[in-house]
């Protein structure tokens, strides 16, 4: 059985067995289990091997895994006898042969009567795990980010547990509400006729660089923001956003408010949004981004969103590939649209000024600047290997990408850029992620009390009462 990798190293240690999903979700995973043993299946190879074509951040992630474990074998070491990790552990390959596996194990047998498809690639890799679980004293625990493997592995009595390396705290996201300070009435003047209010440390303790909070007095709330001084800072928001020759916005509510103080400050480069569908954020995120950029804050106004789940049937659609990608990023066009449209006249002057309304066979305002590059709206996929200066980056629906797939759109960004991360843990479509482990969250998670970093949740929904209490109660 050594020579199949069913022997660990040394018994002193946990034998950790890799699902395909791990690596592909995280490939650096190889150095991050310190002194234990870890264990990668041949079958998972035979896995990998299927996505190292593709030109997607998961192809590129089973190509990164292929190149690390031929860098860690390269010394001619049997790959089944395992090789040492900087953390003070061994990476080994383990084949899981039918043909050679005991025929008196009655662990085994059970199995197979439990699972009987020996084929299945899942059945495969949970009978290695039982065949290392039998050749070895220490724990054998498999990791996956399946959870009906991690199902199946529990109902044959294997121990399973999650990756947790890139998860968030539960509390991260239990809850999306801004944190409140109770102040007294003399506090509470003094920030409303200053703008800003210097609290002993203690008040402030649990509170990051930028984060923003209610201050509250009696019925009386106001927002507030704590810079990088430790100073509860005032908030710089208009009253109304104004498009030229568009539709103004106006913040609806606090939390809007605090998204458009994060959105408008130079200092702050990244902000990150929680927000249940109906609460505005995509909405707000571009009107800022237009207002900016008609003041010549950026150079134009990049929007993007990532499409999951969904890539297997774009070229199933007709035309051309922008044409291809019109329904999956028709949000952002109808937000483009509703804050761009030219004001129509109401009442019974209508039919008067009929002659006077816009040919529909022209192009809209914001289908010129498109043409002008100005502003852009493009699938996420196509972002590697760009550098994105002088621009206003919106990337809606964070909360779909990996954190692998965060960290490549972050590093893009050159100086003078924003990134704008919006999205809702909740709903999420990818497969390889969850409300804890997504791109959105680790973002926030990893950068937040840097000074140029922002976050905002918003958890009032202003689209309608109706979609207000349906995200609420549905």
């Avoid at 069913?6 to 310190?34: E, Q, W």
């Avoid at 390396?165 to 007294?184: A, C, F, G, M, Q």
């Amino acid at each position: 059985m050594a020579d199949y990798g069913m022997i660990a190293p040394s018994s002193d240690v946990k034998n950790y067995v890799l699902d395909t999903n791990v690596l592909l979700h995280d490939p650096s995973c190889l150095g991050r289990f310190k002194e234990n043993h870890i264990c990668i299946p041949a079958d998972v190879l035979a896995e990998l091997d299927k996505f190292k074509s593709e030109q997607t951040e998961r192809g590129a992630n089973a190509r990164r895994v292929h190149r690390m474990l031929m860098d860690m074998f390269a010394n001619g070491q049997s790959v089944t006898r395992g090789v040492p990790t900087d953390g003070g552990g061994t990476v080994r390959m383990v084949i899981y042969d039918p043909a050679l596996c005991p025929r008196n194990n009655a662990h085994l047998d059970q199995f197979h009567r439990i699972f009987p498809d020996r084929e299945r690639m899942d059945h495969r890799i949970l009978a290695c795990v039982l065949m290392l679980q039998q050749n070895n004293q220490a724990p054998v625990v498999l990791v996956t980010k399946d959870l009906n493997m991690h199902l199946k592995a529990r109902t044959v009595g294997l121990e399973c547990q999650d990756y947790l390396n890139d998860k968030v705290h539960p509390e991260e996201i239990s809850r999306y509400e801004h944190k409140t300070l109770e102040l007294d009435a003399m506090e509470i003047q003094r920030f409303a006729s200053s703008g800003e209010l210097d609290l002993a440390e203690d008040r402030i303790l649990n509170l990051h660089v930028n984060e923003y909070v209610m201050l509250q007095h009696a019925n009386q709330i106001i927002p507030a923001r704590l810079d990088k001084y430790g100073m509860l800072q005032r908030l710089i928001c208009p009253d109304l956003l104004k498009i030229p020759d568009g539709h103004s916005l106006k913040p609806l509510n606090l939390g809007q408010k605090c998204l458009i103080d994060a959105l408008l400050n130079p200092d702050i480069s990244l902000v990150t949004c929680y927000g249940h569908a109906g609460t505005g954020k995509t909405l707000v995120a571009v009107a800022v981004g237009l207002h900016e950029m008609f003041n010549r804050r950026y150079n134009g106004v990049t929007i993007s969103r990532p499409v999951v789940a969904m890539g297997d049937q774009l070229g199933f659609l007709p035309g051309t590939l922008e044409e291809k990608m019109r329904p999956w990023l028709q949000p952002i066009h109808d937000a483009l649209d509703l804050l761009m449209r030219p004001a129509m006249p109401t009442g019974p002057r209508r039919k008067q000024m009929k002659k006077d309304l816009p040919d529909p066979k022209l192009k809209k305002p914001w289908e010129l600047l498109m043409e002008q590059g100005i502003i852009e709206i493009e699938a996420l996929c196509y972002i590697r290997g760009r550098s994105i200066p002088n621009r206003f980056f919106i990337l809606d629906e964070a909360q779909q990408l990996t954190p692998q797939e965060a960290k490549t759109v972050v590093t893009r960004m050159s100086r003078g850029s924003k990134l704008v991360l919006v999205g809702d843990p909740a709903q999420i479509d990818n497969p390889y992620v969850d409300s804890r482990s997504n791109g959105l969250v680790y973002a926030r998670n990893r950068l937040k009390g840097q000074n140029f970093t922002a976050h905002v949740a918003l958890t009032r929904g202003e689209r309608s009462e109706l979609a207000d209490v349906g995200a609420k109660l549905m």
